[in-house]
């Protein structure tokens, strides 16, 4: 286990731009404490939690973990008021930070395409608004971003990447959230699952595609740019159409994305085999400091799901099932980390030539086009 260990830090050191979602619906996950020792371990220094647990709080606090914290979607109506997200601000946040390293708030989970939206999507604005309120009237809101992350779902139309759009019934709200994005400098978070494209519709979706596999992908006719992988499309998808609204600067992070390694019968592709390969080209991608064929010098940051199985969630066998690590610590399956470590080396080379400036983007009413 040292060894293994010692390899997964070798490949971990310097992938700045990778993150590990760290959910908790289980009765039998490690404490806290036990869990940061796991991401230390790693060389994993961003993580991201579903709640305010105070114990996850205070064990990661003097750590070199960044950590997004989530206000779950049942608080929306709550914190629609000032006073009450100033009190839930200085409840929940400042008696951690800056100890804690708290970089963001997740204002609710995948709001717009959820059961029971209605309410929920007017309750989410005017709640961000009053928490960056609070963050700001405690003068922390420049080391803490509020966004909320968004399913795939919320695109009418994400293929090919320069046909993306929003969906019309959420078009005015999502309008005012990226001014707010926009105005804060605040990242838009999505949610995307290349495996749920391919559960869908396996026959026309190819899987060499969907896992990062060599492929010959695709050419979007507008742009001429090549994808040879989903999940850079998905995420391209989300730029254009945030472009399409006029907004063309704010950069676009994956707040999860992952593979499940058992799934039931009519869940094609949850497989052992493919969470491996999934995760393991994605790592080396990271290692890679890549960014999309659309903003190829501004490196993508992806959240991994998840770092364990948690046996409590709701839903089909693949919900339990995205973990790297079982509870008890062993890996889930081998993402093949050692075979990374030799890529090590190049990875400091090409991360520290990155930009982080996005490509601007014009849009016409027949074609798409990329200028330089």
């Not at 080391?143 to 046909?163: D, G």
């Not at 995307?192 to 026309?204: E, L, M, V």
Request: glycine share 6%; aromatic share 10%.
């Amino acid at each position: 286990m040292i060894l293994i260990l010692l390899i997964i830090s070798l490949c971990f050191s310097g992938i700045a731009s990778f993150g590990i979602n760290y959910g908790q619906v289980a009765n039998n996950l490690p404490p806290p404490d036990k869990v940061l020792d796991l991401l230390s371990s790693l060389k994993l220094t961003k993580a991201r939690i579903y709640d305010t647990n105070p114990q996850v709080l205070t064990a990661f606090a003097n750590s070199n973990v960044e950590l997004i914290v989530t206000v779950e979607n049942e608080m929306l109506a709550q914190l629609m008021d000032p006073q009450q997200a100033l009190q839930w601000v200085t409840t929940h946040i400042k008696p951690y930070f800056p100890a804690t390293r708290i970089t963001g708030i997740a204002v609710g989970n995948e709001v717009f395409t959820g059961d029971d939206t209605t309410a929920l999507i007017a309750n989410l604005l005017p709640a961000m608004v009053s928490i960056h309120g609070a963050l700001v009237q405690l003068g922390i809101d420049s080391y803490i971003k509020v966004s909320t992350p968004s399913s795939l779902a919320v695109l009418q139309e994400s293929y090919p990447p320069s046909a993306g759009t929003f969906k019309s019934e959420v078009s005015g709200v999502m309008n005012q959230l990226l001014q707010f994005l926009s105005s804060t400098k605040a990242p838009f978070w999505i949610n995307a699952y290349p495996y749920f494209a391919y559960k869908g519709d396996p026959n026309r979706v190819p899987l060499d595609y969907v896992l990062f596999n060599p492929n010959s992908g695709m050419v979007d006719p507008y742009t001429k740019l090549h994808y040879d992988n989903m999940l850079y499309a998905q995420v391209d998808a989300a730029i254009f159409a945030m472009a399409r609204m006029g907004f063309n600067g704010i950069e676009v992070k994956v707040s999860e994305t992952g593979w499940p390694s058992k799934g039931d019968s009519n869940e094609i592709g949850a497989t052992v085999e493919n969470a491996a390969i999934y995760n393991r080209n994605l790592l080396r991608r990271q290692l890679g400091g890549e960014g999309t064929p659309l903003r190829p010098h501004s490196r993508l940051e992806v959240y991994l799901f998840a770092l364990f199985n948690e046996d409590m969630k709701p839903g089909p066998t693949s919900e339990r099932n995205y973990g790297l690590f079982q509870p008890d610590g062993t890996m889930a399956y081998n993402v093949g980390l050692s075979a990374l470590s030799t890529t090590t080396t190049t990875t400091t080379t090409s991360s520290s030539s990155s930009s982080t400036s996005p490509a601007s983007i014009s849009l016409t009413s027949s074609a798409t086009k990329v200028k330089p």
